[in-house]
Structure formats: C-alpha cells, structure tokens
Nanobody
Framework: QVQLVDSGGGLVQPGGSLRLSCAAF????????IGWFRRAPGKEREGVSC????????TYAESVKGRFTISRDNAKNTVYLQMNSLKPEDTATYYC?????????????WGQGTQVTVSS
C-alpha cells in the first residue's frame, strides 16, 4: 500500500523540541521533493519547509528559520523535521507531502497529520 505516515507530534512546553518523521511505504521517498506543511485552527494551511530531490537543498518559512531543520535519511526512506525553540504559535497539525507547492494535485501523497501543541 502506497502511503506517507507522519508522526512525532505531541505536547511540549515553549522552548522545547520535537522531531517529526515522515515515512514512505510502497514508494521511494528520494524520488520526490518533500514538503512539511501545517494548519492551525482557523487558519489556512501554510508551507513550513521543503527539501528538494535534485540536490537536497532546503527552504524554510520565515517564521521557522533558524529553529526548524528538515533532513532526509534515504536508507530509512524517511524525512525528518527537527523543531527547536518551539513557540505557542507553532501549535498546529503538521503534514508531510510529496510536494513543496501550496497547490496540491491528485498525484501528491499526503501524510495523515500529526498534532503539535506548544503550551505551558
């Protein structure tokens, strides 16, 4: 079965860290650009980070630059999002996808989402 499974979310205090994982099953992840997105309650989905298949280059939303790091482990067919210095405004459901575009197509795979809550 072809699917993306994202995991690693949870409840963390401000200033804390989490590492999200995006594992692919049924296909090879390094054939794709991989994006992390998030959606907070009442807000539009926003792109958080992207890692390109071509050269492994990475991009980040301004709001997370310097705090989040995206990486891939091809041997494990997994992409990670290391999140440090978390803030309450990072609270959202995080999704990984086989696209870095804000406009998804039917050919894209999406994870089911993992909840991140930053609160004291």
């Amino acid at each position: 079965q072809v699917q993306l499974v994202d995991s690693g979310g949870g409840l963390v205090q401000p200033g804390g860290s989490l590492r999200l994982s995006c594992a692919a099953f049924g296909f090879t992840l390094d054939y794709y650009d991989i994006g992390w997105f998030r959606r907070a309650p009442g807000k539009e989905r926003e792109g958080v980070s992207c890692i390109k298949k071509s050269d492994g280059s990475t991009t980040y939303a301004e709001s997370v630059k310097g705090r989040f790091t995206i990486s891939r482990d091809n041997a494990k067919n997994t992409v990670y999002l290391q999140m440090n210095s978390l803030k309450p405004e990072d609270t959202a459901t995080y999704y990984c996808a086989t696209t870095c575009s804000s406009t998804s197509t039917p050919d894209d795979y999406w994870g089911q989402g993992t909840q991140v809550t930053v609160s004291s």
